[in-house]
């Protein structure tokens, strides 16, 4: 059907092609088995209603083992027979933290957790019963341990804010991690601390938040720079960024909020943040702004704030209901005008999350919090650097265009309210890293300015 987006994947006996569809951003799947042994065979519907999320975690003969959150919004896994047409068998049940993928290596069963916002990896036998956990280097995030069934061998990558990605072999019948790669680095990352605490949102909500910065800085508030995303089921997980460094070395605070609208805490998590619930991503971001100026760990004097995509939406909107609490604003390639995305490139796959403007009910929240149709004459706002590029054929660069100019005419004393055009350029993927490099100096050498960060020299 020309509505659904599919992909393809052929199961590692060789067997079965495993095709998946869906429509929108949701992860709602219908799923459909071809058996490649037979010519001309008829795809059997697995999944006839894309209402679940499925991802394929190996098979032994006709027994498909299923990652699912059917009935279980943290997610759990399955066995189905679709030969026999038995009926499904939950074999590991749902957890407090969000099973995030599982895969058969070699007789066991490798699960892959979130339990907040930080990757642990189970062990299961094929029948469920648990095998313990398999040791990771440290606190962060590992993604990998591809479907292997012929061997008991599987690699994974490892990272966190202070470390790139390396990566590990994993030998399922010992329960041995031992490293394959990893890349020179022309810094200690053990001279770099990565902290997590946890704050309380204005609805009672508990939000996790790191805290990434150097070992050695003096004693006090410091310039800070807070990241969110909340959105799209999309988790915010440690992970290593070279843009981040160079605000870390040079003697600031990087802090990731992993607000609702994510993923980190399953189905849940992301219901609690998008459609009618959207305003809990700004409070939640809001709150996180607070946490660390009431923990001293910055002033709204010091507070950057950036965000991405959805995220230039976060920084837009919240800079609109609380311009008294951020120094500056880093919006980047943003959905900022809420009542018309829909019109434009790939923005009506976004009514998952967002709603339809063309729905009074969804209007009416929708405008309640869109940047381009918040922004308030004589309010004075925190300077502002908006990031866009004239070909994204994501995020049209008009939300920013629109979006500036109503900030520069409604704030003519306050500011200053500048937009950063790359040219010949899109979203953001892809983008050559000269491009990335000229970009991010720009957008920290404005924060670092508002925020009064002057680089630290020595260890």
């Known amino acids: 059907m020309p509505e659904l987006n599919h992909t393809a994947e052929v199961s590692s006996d060789g067997r079965w092609l495993i095709i ?3 429509s929108g951003t949701d992860e709602r799947y219908e799923i459909r088995l071809v058996d490649l042994q037979r010519k001309g065979a008829t795809p059997i519907v697995m999944v006839g209603e ?12 006709t027994r498909f083992f299923w990652r699912t959150d059917r009935d279980s919004p943290r997610s759990r896994i399955v066995v189905t027979d679709p030969i026999r ?3 499904m068998r939950e074999i590991v049940p749902q957890d407090e933290a969000t099973m995030t993928g599982a895969s058969i290596v070699g007789d066991v069963l490798v699960a892959t957790y979130l339990r907040d916002a930080k990757t642990e990896v189970r062990r299961f036998s094929l029948d469920g019963r648990p ?15 591809s479907i292997n069934q012929d061997g008991s061998e599987a690699f994974f990558a490892f990272s966190s804010f202070n470390r790139p990605a390396a990566i590990f072999r994993y030998d399922s019948a010992t329960n041995a991690v031992t490293t394959f790669a990893e890349p020179g680095l022309s810094f200690n990352p053990d001279a770099i601390s990565v902290e997590q605490s946890f704050f309380t949102s204005k609805d009672g909500t508990r939000i996790p938040i790191f805290l990434v910065r150097r070992k050695d800085l003096p004693p006090g508030p410091r310039p800070t720079l807070l990241y969110g995303y909340g959105g799209f089921n ?21 802090a990731v909020a992993n607000i609702r609208g994510g993923g980190e805490y399953g189905k849940e998590w992301h219901d609690a943040g998008r459609l009618a619930n959207k305003q809990n991503v700004f409070d939640d971001f809001i709150g996180a702004a607070e946490h660390l100026i009431a923990t001293g760990v910055t002033t709204n004097r010091q507070l950057a704030i950036e965000g991405r995509s959805n995220g230039g939406l976060l920084v837009g909107a919240v800079v609109n209901q ?24 790939a923005g ?7 709603g339809d403007p063309g729905v009074e009910a969804d209007f009416r929240i929708l405008r309640d919090y869109s940047p381009y149709h918040n922004i308030r004459q004589g309010v004075r706002y925190p300077p502002t650097f908006t990031t866009t590029a004239d070909t994204d054929d994501r995020v049209t ?18 500011g200053p309210h500048l937009i950063r055009i790359e040219t010949r350029a899109g979203h953001g993927a892809g983008k050559p890293t000269d491009k990335q490099i000229e970009e991010f100096a720009d957008m920290y050498g404005f924060a670092a300015h508002f925020t009064g960060l002057r680089p630290m020299v020595g260890r």
Request: no cysteine; charged share 15%.
């Open 20 to 22: 998946t569809s869906s």
């Open 50 to 61: 894309a209402t679940n999320d499925w991802a394929y975690a190996g098979n032994v003969g």
């Open 85 to 87: 047409r038995t009926a």
């Open 131 to 145: 095998l313990g956990t398999v040791e990771l280097p440290g606190i962060g995030t590992a993604s990998g341990f």
């Open 234 to 254: 999309i988790s915010v997980l440690p992970g290593f960024s070279p843009r981040w460094m160079g605000w870390i070395e040079g003697g600031g605070v990087l």
């Open 322 to 345: 609380r311009p008294d609490l951020f120094a500056v604003g880093l919006p980047a390639v943003g959905v900022m005008d809420m009542l018309r995305f829909n019109q434009f490139t």
């Open 348 to 354: 009506r796959y976004w009514v998952d999350d967002y």
């Open 397 to 414: 660069p008009g939300h920013s265009f629109k979006y500036v100019a109503a900030l520069q005419h409604a704030d003519r004393q306050g």
